[in-house]
Every structure is written in C-alpha cells, then in structure tokens.
C-alpha cells in the first residue's frame, strides 16, 4: 500500500478532530525503521544474494550489484539517509548496508532519523492542508500507479528483446578444457584469461585458471582499454 497517501489522510483526519499527530508520526517511522532493520539483517546473514535478486531485472545482475557497493562506498551515512526521499532506493540501501558490514548502530541510528523525518513530512502536510489536498494526491497516485505498471512491463519487453538480440548477434564459441590448456601452455601464452565470476562465487571458491587475470563484472569496461591487441582473450564467468 503506498505509504504517503495514507500518512497524509491521517494528517488530516488528525487535524479535522483536533488529536495530537504525533502518535501517527511516532508509529509509522517505527515501522518503516522495522522494516529496514529487518532488510538489514537480511542483507547481512545472506549476503550479496539478496541484492542479486534485486537486480535481477538488469541485463548484468552482477554488473548492477557491483555498481550499487561503489556507489554505497563512496557516501554510505548520505546514501542511507537520502534513500527515504527517493522511491526505490530504500528498498535497496537496506540490504546493501547489512551486506557492506555497515555498523548496525550507525545505520540504526541514521536510518530511524531519517524515518523519522519522511514520516513527519508526509503526516505534517495532511495537518497544513487538510482535506482540500487528497483527492488531488489520489488521482496523481493513480495516474502514477498507471504509468509506473506500463514503464515496469515496456522495460521487462525491452529487456527480453535485448537480451535476446545480443545473444544473437554478439554470442561467441566456447572453448574446451583441453584446448584451454594447450593455448596457456604455449611459450607465451596465445591467450588472455579473464575471470569475471561474481563476487560472491569467486570469494568462495578455492581455485582460479591459472594465469587469469581478475576483474569484477561491474568493473570491466573501465579494463577494456588495457587488453592485449595481440591475443585472444577467454572470458569465464558464473
């Protein structure tokens, strides 16, 4: 149910009775701080799982869990605090804190202030402008539930069609076992070696091809410019 039509609604019935608003404000910024906290410990136990899955729409689900860490590095207090105001960042900033070992009272503490602040925002506007405003805040939150459903289905149809249309056009041969071994062996070696497994399964795994040189999914195009012209280049990923 969207949060805000509703906080405003109950601004204004609080201001029409003439009951403190403050219980309203109170008790929802304490349960969306709930429900980050509860994302957060969800982010922490299963790891970058969780943030693939809400990926999972990208053309490179590794690339965009890859691009959210940098991002959350670079400002993690601003990120958290900012991610209230900003519809769909929430639900992704939560589990990424749990996920880059932010301190838990750090993000307790940033997140319920900035809970705080987005709930007393949205129930003080139902107290200043009363009833007058919410048939225009439900018409837009229609209009914008209309439009939002036709963007999500035209990018899960562009996303098929170009998932498809690259396969098609830029799809490359394998290359086996043995003659993996035969191009490393040579004197040099034919080929580079790039591992572009995902995080989470090169962290966890105990062996890599030797001689390959490691890049991160989301960091690749920032190393296209350093591959060897004179070599054909082997990519292996999960």
Not at 44 to 57: D, E, K, Y
Not at 158 to 178: F, G, Q, T
Not at 200 to 209: H, I, K, L, P, W
Request: proline letters at 7%.
């Amino acid at each position: 149910m969207p949060a805000f039509p509703v906080l405003l609604l109950a601004g204004s019935v609080a201001a029409e009775y003439r009951f403190s608003a403050v219980p309203l404000v109170v008790a929802s910024a304490c349960g969306f701080w709930m429900g980050d906290l509860i994302w957060y410990a969800v982010g922490r136990i299963q790891g970058r799982r969780v943030l693939g899955l809400l990926c999972r729409l990208s053309l490179n689900p590794d690339a965009c869990v890859g691009r959210a860490e940098r991002r959350f590095r670079r400002r993690p207090a601003l990120t958290v605090a900012g991610a209230k105001f900003i519809p769909g960042l929430s639900l992704m900033v939560a589990p990424l804190a749990g996920i880059l070992r932010m301190p838990p009272v750090q993000f307790a503490a940033i997140d319920g202030a900035a809970s705080m602040t987005w709930s007393a925002a949205a129930v003080m506007s139902g107290v200043v402008f009363g009833k007058r405003v919410l048939p225009h805040v439900i018409r837009t939150q229609r209009a914008i539930e209309v439009l939002g459903g036709a963007a999500v289905l035209a990018f899960v149809a562009w996303k098929l069609y170009e998932r498809r249309w690259l396969v098609r056009h830029y799809s490359v041969a394998r290359v086996d076992i043995a003659e993996l071994r035969r191009l490393l062996a040579s004197e040099p070696p034919e080929v580079l070696v790039i591992d572009l497994r995902s995080e989470q399964a090169f962290s966890g795994s105990a062996q890599m091809v030797p001689g390959a040189r490691r890049i991160p999914p989301g960091e690749f195009e920032r190393h296209v410019n350093t591959m060897p012209l004179d070599k054909e280049i082997i990519l292996y990923c999960t």
